[in-house]
């Protein structure tokens, strides 16, 4: 049995400069306690420049297997 998700998000970058993204996390809201936990974090090996008045979009695609 699987489970599935992607997660998508896109950034802006609504200033005059470019934008340097060095890493990205993945933050899950604990609705029982109200606190926010690290599921994921990556440091980019070079980062991912976006000049100006652009946007990167950064997909995760997360599967879970559970045994039968």
Known sequence: RKATATLTRTF???TTVSVPVR???IYQY???NGYNYMMS???LASP???PPSCKL???YS???TFPA
């Open 57 to 59: 979009t950064v997909t």
């Open 23 to 25: 890493e990205l996390a």
């Open 48 to 50: 991912v420049v976006i």
């Open 30 to 32: 604990g609705s029982n």
């Open 41 to 43: 974090r990556d440091v």
């Open 62 to 64: 997360i599967e879970m």
């Open 12 to 14: 802006n970058n609504k």
